[in-house]
């Protein structure tokens, strides 16, 4: 199965934007709900948005919420998040992956596995 690609990170000063791709395969998109990770330095993966299929709702963890948008083309099997006034605590490795639809916050059970992240550095 194919490994998501996940790109478009990259270093910025505090006060930026930024926005996230992430291609997934046809099969893995689907009907799935998907989702965005990320593992900052020494500490576990954790969720920073979800979008239902067909974008029929979406989910933000507080850290991100008022500052982010998730969105996703199924045509293209690739999700999106816009980040804008980053702060320094958005320093990390951010992944995507279906998403369990019970909780909308966690991976799905059996997904695949993970792709190599985007990395993404904010200054002070």
């Known amino acids: 199965q194919m490994q998501p690609v996940e790109s478009g990170g990259g270093l910025l000063q505090a006060g930026g934007s930024l926005s996230l791709s992430c291609v997934h395969s046809?099969?893995?998109?689907?009907?799935?709900?998907m989702g965005w990770f990320r593992q900052a330095p020494g500490q576990a993966r954790v969720f920073v948005a979800g979008?239902?299929?067909?974008?029929?709702?979406?989910y933000y963890a507080d850290s991100v919420n008022g500052r982010s948008t998730v969105s996703r083309d199924d045509a293209k099997s690739t999700l999106y998040l816009q980040m804008n006034n980053l702060t320094p605590e958005a320093t990390a490795v951010y992944y995507c992956?279906?998403?369990?639809?019970?909780?909308?916050?966690?991976?799905?059970?059996?997904?695949?596995?993970w792709g190599q992240g985007t990395q993404v550095i904010v200054s002070s």
């Open positions: 992956a279906p998403l369990d639809q019970t909780t909308m916050r966690h991976p799905q059970q059996g997904f695949g596995s």
């Open positions: 046809a099969g893995s998109f689907g009907n799935n709900a």
């Open positions: 979008i239902a299929y067909r974008a029929r709702a979406t």
